[in-house]
């Protein structure tokens, strides 16, 4: 699939909705952008965050996480009701 696009004076494009639909790029989307042998190539690309967190912060979160005495089976017993 072929189409031309114009560069703006930002440096800008508009990716055509036909290429966009085909390879699922939608608003906010990202592309990897890489030149190679004088050509632009386009991918779609997934973006992760990574967050790194404190031992201190996982303890709090699993002290959070605990039941309070009898929780865990008042829960099992409503679930096995269903």
């Known amino acids: 699939m072929k189409e031309l696009v114009t560069v703006s004076t930002r440096g800008q ?7 966009r639909r085909a ?9 990897l952008v890489e030149e190679k042998d004088g050509e632009l190539r386009l991918k779609p690309a997934a973006v992760y965050e990574l967050d790194t967190y404190s031992d201190e912060q996982i303890a709090n979160w699993a002290k959070e996480d605990e039941f309070a005495p009898g929780q865990r089976e008042r829960i099992e017993r409503l679930l096995k009701k269903r």
């Open 13 to 19: 494009i508009t990716l055509p909705v036909n290429i």
């Open 23 to 31: 390879l699922g790029i939608s608003a906010g989307g990202t592309l």
